[in-house]
């Protein structure tokens, strides 16, 4: 009989109580039943841990792990993955969800086309519940390419876990546009993402969320670019606009990207 992959679920959380719940579920619902999550909690003063607690009660495989160290997902994420058991990892935020085919779906995916590196569509929702088709995104990005454009949304990736070396996160990043900077380190290192072109993720919008804070991710990736990838002022003067233009593009004039370059996209 053939092995079956185990995928290790990292969620970082703090004080996650009013979304937490609905995100399990939506794992716990998964077609594709062989994971373990992992939640890294900053230090909830909230009902997160008692949600997490119900579950273990339940029988779920689900581990509730404490990082007091340093604040923010991106160390959160970090330590989840040193906990991580699995042959993948999938990532996934405390108020994000998965359609239920996901992890099978992304998977096979992955298997059948040797690929290393994965991320999906993804849908919009808000806090009224009003839901609507997230941006159009790239069929691939390499580690030059994901400097002048966007598009991977964290909670729909999924990847090799043997891509994280031992000495990894030896000089990790806890600011703002953490992911970005974590995707680019594993381009850097040869390893592309590729896309499959389902809507598999909902991912949940608030005003006040990490990644609607444009003032402070736009600087974010200023020092992401200067500080941890050395680019050159000259560099960063054309790759930064040509990330924002993509950003805009990419989300408020779908139609015309399709027109100009629909074999790009999907």
Not at 40 to 47: A, E, L, R
Not at 87 to 114: C, G, H, P
Request: net charge positive; with cysteine; aromatic share 16%.
């Amino acid at each position: 009989m053939k092995k079956r992959s185990l995928i290790s679920v990292v969620c970082p959380s703090y004080n996650s109580g009013n979304t937490l719940e609905q995100t399990l579920l939506s794992i716990f619902n998964q077609t594709y039943q062989y994971w373990e999550i992992i939640i890294v909690d900053g230090g909830s003063t909230d009902n997160t841990k008692e949600i997490v607690l119900y579950f273990q009660k339940q029988g779920k495989n689900i581990r509730f792990e404490q990082f007091l160290e340093r604040s923010g997902p991106g160390p959160a994420r970090e330590y989840g993955i040193s906990l991580a058991r699995g042959d993948y990892l999938a990532f996934i935020d405390s108020d994000d969800l998965w359609v239920k085919s996901k992890l099978k779906l992304q998977l096979s995916f992955m298997l059948e086309t040797n690929i290393l590196f994965s991320y999906t569509k993804y849908d919009l929702i808000d806090q009224k519940g009003t839901r609507k088709e997230g941006p159009i995104l790239w069929k691939s990005y390499d580690y030059h390419s994901y400097f002048r454009k966007r598009g991977i949304a964290n909670s729909s990736v999924i990847i090799k876990r043997n891509l994280f070396s031992e000495n990894f996160f030896d000089s990790s990043y806890d600011g703002f546009a953490e992911d970005t900077a974590l995707w680019l380190k594993l381009m850097q290192s040869g390893c592309s993402a590729y896309l499959l072109p389902k809507s598999l993720l909902i991912y949940r919008y608030f005003p006040d969320a990490r990644s609607r804070q444009v003032f402070k991710n736009a600087i974010a990736v200023l020092y992401i670019y200067k500080k941890l990838f050395k680019k050159s002022y000259i560099q960063i003067s054309y790759l930064y606009p040509l990330y924002v233009l993509d950003v805009i593009l990419r989300s408020r004039f779908k139609k015309l990207m399709l027109f100009l370059k629909p074999a790009s996209f999907n």
